[in-house]
């Protein structure tokens, strides 16, 4: 079993930035996916973000991308999530994931979740 420890979220004004952390640990596969979701009130959990380990490959939803930047410390085992021009309807809880082999995008089957962190965009 996986164990997540997230932090970063917060309140932040429209146009302002935050950085999400999430440091893993428990695994022994040499290859997975860590991937960065959200879900706002009311509204379906949406993938946001997936780093692949094997060769450090990135995806990102088409709401975030050119905003959002996911990124990796090997050394700590913890993932990053840099969120720029951040806009209200990036209100969510924020939630890291870990799958075992690779990023599927679109696939919202992973084998662990973090406990999630909250995001609100307000002025």
């Known amino acids: 079993q996986v164990q997540f420890v997230e932090s970063g979220g917060g309140l932040v004004q429209p146009g302002g930035s935050l950085r999400l952390s999430c440091a893993a640990s428990?695994?022994?596969?040499?290859?997975?996916?860590m991937g960065w979701f959200r879900q706002a009130p009311g509204k379906e959990r949406e993938g946001v973000s997936c780093?692949?380990?094997?060769?450090?490959?990135?995806y990102y939803g088409d709401s975030v991308k050119g905003r959002f930047t996911i990124s990796r410390d090997n050394a700590k085992n913890t993932v990053y999530l840099q969120m720029n021009n951040l806009e209200p309807e990036d209100t969510a809880v924020y939630y890291c994931?870990?799958?075992?082999?690779?990023?599927?995008?679109?696939?919202?089957?992973?084998?662990?979740w973090g406990q999630g962190t909250q995001v609100t965009v307000s002025s």
């Open positions: 780093l692949d380990s094997a060769d450090g490959s990135t």
């Open positions: 428990g695994f022994t596969q040499s290859y997975y996916g």
């Open positions: 994931a870990f799958r075992a082999g690779f990023c599927i995008a679109g696939t919202m089957q992973y084998d662990s």
